[in-house]
């Protein structure tokens, strides 16, 4: 039987097993007990020497576990794993992890997804992996067809509109139609998971200073402030199109709930450097709710006992909430969590 959305434990994928996902996994364990009841999809045998293990059977089983336990749903591999290098032979386990825990969510059995970081290369050289990153392939799975990334903090909420493309490709694919599905998602996001019944959305502009009334580029006053115009007249709050430049002092953060950017780094920029450790990776447009820490396997430091669990524990902090506020529907509120 399905669990009550903002009651269920979250799942958190094993990622890269050579990465520092087990790592992070023991230790977000150990500091958050049962304040943020989740269980770990993975190979028993890849985390660390001495993680204090309940192995479970069903994800209704991690809400009676050990406060000092790490809930493990196994699953096997094809060996061990060895810290800092990827194995092609796993690929097949990463990607069945994150299959198995999608099931589970589709099916209301976990409240959230929490997904550890992967190494694409390996996917892909061991077993042929298509999709770009985790965002794409939880979209497939989920039977979406557009999704947006929205990276989050205790001070600001960003969404680029265009993600993994070079700079020089920007332009001709941010046409009209993507940025207002982008708007539309955001909108919906913030209402659906945070709980805010009338989000303020801040918009950047593509161009510097916004464009400069055309001097700079033409693409604001093309379609960018017409679109923004037109939604408006919708219901949406929105600001913009803005200079990106000055959109995240913290006066300017104060004025709205979400900034919607034109492009990876015009996002990415500010909010890692308002809060590199604790930022958020999540995924509005999806029928569940996933989450990630905003880093990578970081092979550097994978087994030496030094990753910092921060932005894990961020992310499964958030994605109880985040079930929480769908559960509920809370009423009007403003600001960032």
Same mark, same amino acid.
Not at 147 to 169: N, Q, S, W
Not at 298 to 307: L, M, P, R, S, V
């Given at each position: ?66 406060? !000092?336990?790490?809930?493990? @749903? ?12 990827? /194995? ?56 979406? !067809? ?45 209402? /659906? ?24 580029? /033409?693409?604001? @006053?093309?379609?960018?402030?017409? @679109?923004?115009? =037109?939604? =408006? ?32 780094? /015009? ?22 709710? =996933? ?24 992310? @499964? ?19 960032? !969590?």
């Amino acid at each position: 039987m399905a669990n009550a959305p903002g009651h269920a434990p979250i799942a958190l994928t094993c990622g890269e097993p050579a990465g520092i996902g087990p790592e992070i996994a023991a230790k977000a364990a150990a500091l958050l007990g049962r304040t943020v009841p989740f269980f770990w999809i993975g190979d028993p045998r890849h985390l660390p020497d001495g993680t204090k293990v309940a192995l479970i059977s069903d994800p209704d089983e991690a809400l009676q576990t050990p406060a !000092d336990c790490l809930a493990v @749903l196994p699953h096997d591999f094809s060996g061990p794993a060895v810290a800092g290098v990827p /194995q092609a032979s796993h690929a097949a386990g990463v990607i069945a992890v994150i299959e198995r825990a999608v099931d589970l969510a589709l099916r209301g059995k976990v409240s959230a997804v929490c997904t550890a970081p992967i190494h694409k290369k390996a996917l892909k050289d061991g077993a042929g992996f298509a999709f770009p990153g985790h965002t794409e392939f939880l979209a497939a799975l989920a039977g979406v !067809d557009r999704v947006v990334m929205m990276l989050a903090c205790k001070g600001l909420r960003v969404v680029p509109a265009t993600i993994h493309i070079p700079l020089a490709e920007v332009p001709s694919a941010l046409t009209p139609a993507l940025l207002e599905e982008t708007l539309r998602l955001t909108k919906a996001g913030l209402e /659906q998971d945070f709980g805010l019944t009338a989000p303020r959305i801040a918009v950047a502009g593509l161009n510097p200073h916004a464009g400069e009334g055309g001097a700079m580029g /033409q693409e604001e @006053l093309a379609f960018i402030a017409p @679109l923004l115009s =037109r939604l =408006r007249a919708e219901g949406f709050a929105l600001s913009g199109p803005l200079p990106a430049d000055t959109m995240f002092h913290p006066a300017a953060r104060a004025r709205y709930d979400a900034a919607v950017c034109m492009y990876h780094d /015009q996002a990415l920029i500010p909010i890692k450097t308002i809060d590199f450790a604790g930022g958020v990776n999540l995924t509005l447009g999806l029928p569940f709710i =996933r989450t990630s820490p905003d880093h990578g396997t970081a092979f550097d430091i994978a087994g030496k006992g030094i990753a910092d669990p921060s932005s894990l524990i961020a992310a @499964l902090r958030m994605a109880r909430s985040m079930a929480e506020a769908r559960a509920l529907q809370k009423g009007p509120s403003h600001g960032v !969590d």
